[in-house]
């Protein structure tokens, strides 16, 4: 057993060490993909078109206005001087928010009850505007507080005489960065894309030479085959993960609160599923071309029901079912709870058991469907 | 030769793919040193049936016994006892000679004392001392097909398939090849080798005729071209070569006419006339020179017997 599979190792790793490009082809994508997530990819919402119609010119109008622009996140794109502007603003795509002060703002205001004040949000992009709609409601609320000195809900709740004071602390990302949230995410989805693609290339590839044909018809043993195929890659795996958490803490300053063991444990279980399901994907094709169709085909939906970006919990039932069967899922929960939140094993255990049961799965897979047989 | 004696037997071995037979009933029995030669056109099923008898491919019907043992019961076993080379070139272009010997020798568990010294002969077969460092790719034609060859046997097999080994490569290696074939024979290896080119059958033991995935013919070079024909055959030059094989096949005593590069065979009955095939070429105003009776080559045999069939058919 040992014989063969050292000789296969032997005769991978020379391939790929004879191969000028392949160092390029395992770090550059890698990388380029790194970067735009980490810079890129972001769910704040900055510098939003905003098109202010003041209606009332007064003290009180142009303090909210004032407050609007104090938090960066808007940006005055037009001042308008009536309804027709704005809604030509809105429709043209020149804004995405409109804020309409009307007449008798701050007259309601002083006389205690409610200042009438419109906001109109472009929809289009349906997730821009529910955060900028926040940032709204959180803006008005601010000048509110600061008009009356009291806070808004003990203002709400002041006939009862009961104060309540919200003060948001979160935990594990104080700024509440996307950034953090996303690049460790992206070990797991860059490995996967990586290593099933190049394993399940590795086996097509040897069958369009013919030289998989060579191979079959020695005595090796399909465990000898699939082992000696996939070891190489889980160590490229194992280097990738490295590489990208190496970015992240030093270039991003992403913090790594956890045990690095922890996360190489869970890179590992991670890897022998991701490299089962290339295995398995390589037993089902017959040509590079098929490889890279089916490739596309299954990486993306593990890409996309992970979790990723995308919450699971708002996903319909049979999405989340098939999320279950992810192992992304599983590794994206380790990863992001061993960087951000320092816990370990304690914690992590059930995702971890998960992942080596899915990998033992998939490797057995491929080993049973490896036919030593061209029919 | 009796089939218990056979060190390749196949027994109506089939292979359909769909509704598509490419080996046909192949009956086959191969003795220990024997080199046996596939012949056929292309897509005539050679492949396929080596392939078969390599338990590459599983049978649709027939059996194949090899070395001793059943290819569908006991195909590991067979595997320790064959060596294979695929029409396709396939060792590894990346990988110098020493290092594909090495990842063969290791696939087949060759003891690493035994080897380094096999690998030597291996190496000295090919006549590639001093190049063990080449990367494989850079070798020229017929140098990796001997390489490819001393791959295939560094576990010592007493059966090989080689599966068009000459193809592509240049005439003076390709000598060089059976030479290497004939040798490993002189051992005891039995060898079942594929070609296309008409002058190797004349190296081997016996011919396996193959068209259209049926044995059409198999024996002896020599015993194929007596036997065969059923007749003698002449050789003439002519003009108008397409109309000299009708004027020639509808004269009296012709088996058969074909055209042979820029001659006229003609195969006649034993003992025939040619006089009345001269006065017919005449009389369709061919200028034909006088018929020599000519030995028939293994071409003839194969046009007579493969080109031909639905004629046999129907002239019977
Ligand atoms: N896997 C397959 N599926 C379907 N048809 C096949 C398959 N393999 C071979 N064939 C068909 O079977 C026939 C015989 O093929 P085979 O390769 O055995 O011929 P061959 O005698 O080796 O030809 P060549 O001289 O070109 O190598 C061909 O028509 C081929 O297209
Ligand atoms: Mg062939």
Known sequence: MFDRLRVMLMKELLELHRDPWAMFRLVVPLLLQLFAFGYAATFTVNHVATSVLDLDHSQESRGLISHFAATGRFDFVDFATSQADVTRDIDAGRATVAIVIHAGFARDLLNGRTGPLQVAVDGTNSNTALIALGYVGRIVARYQADRTGVTVPAAAAGASGVSVTLRERPWFNGGLEDRWFFIPGLIGTLTLIQVVSLTAFAVVREREVGTLEQIMVSPIRPIEFILGKAAPFFFIGLGEVLLITMVGEWWFHIPFLGSPLVMLLGASLFLLAALGLGLLLSTLSRTQQQAFALNFFIVNPFFILSGFAFPIAAMPAAMQWFTWINPLRYFLVVTRAVFLKGVGIAVLWPDLAVMGLLGAVLFGLSILRFRKSLD | ?316
């Open chain 2, 1 to 316: 030769m009796k089939a218990d004696d056979a060190v390749v037997l196949a027994q109506a071995l089939t292979k359909r793919f769909g509704a598509f037979t490419a080996v046909d009933g192949l009956d086959l029995a191969i003795a220990r040193g024997e080199v046996v030669g596939f012949i056929g056109p292309n897509g005539a099923g050679k492949s396929t049936a080596i392939r078969l008898l390599c338990g590459l491919l599983r049978p649709s019907a027939g059996r194949a016994i090899v070395a001793g043992y059943d290819v569908g019961r006991e195909p590991e076993a067979v595997r320790e006892h064959i060596g294979y080379m695929s029409q396709k070139f396939s060792l590894y272009g990346d990988l110098t000679v020493r290092e594909n010997l090495q990842f063969f020798g290791g696939l087949y568990r060759v003891p690493r004392r035994e080897l380094e010294q096999r690998m030597g002969l291996a190496v000295a077969l090919a006549g590639l001392e001093g190049r063990e460092r080449a990367l494989v790719r850079t070798l020229a034609g017929g140098w990796k097909q001997r390489l490819a060859l001393g791959c295939a046997i560094l576990h010592r097999p007493p059966v090989l398939f080689l599966d068009e080994p000459t193809s592509g490569v240049e005439p003076e290696a390709r000598r060089k090849f059976w030479d290497l074939i004939h040798h490993l024979a002189s051992d005891g290896v039995t060898i079942l080798v594929s070609t296309h080119y008409m002058e190797e059958a004349e190296y081997c033991n016996r011919i396996a005729l193959i068209d259209a995935g049926r044995l059409v013919a198999i024996g002896s070079p020599g015993s194929l071209r007596r036997r065969e024909l059923g007749g003698t055959l002449y050789e003439l030059e002519c003009s108008a070569l397409g109309a000299a094989v009708a004027a020639a096949n509808s004269a009296p005593g012709v088996i058969d006419a074909a055209i042979f590069g820029d001659k006229l065979h003609v195969l006649m009955a034993q003992g025939a006339d040619t006089a009345e095939l001269a006065r017919l070429l005449g009389r369709a105003r061919i200028t034909a020179g006088p018929p020599r009776a000519i030995i028939p080559s293994l071409e003839d045999v194969f046009v007579r017997l493969v080109a031909k069939p639905r004629d046999r058919r129907s002239g019977a």
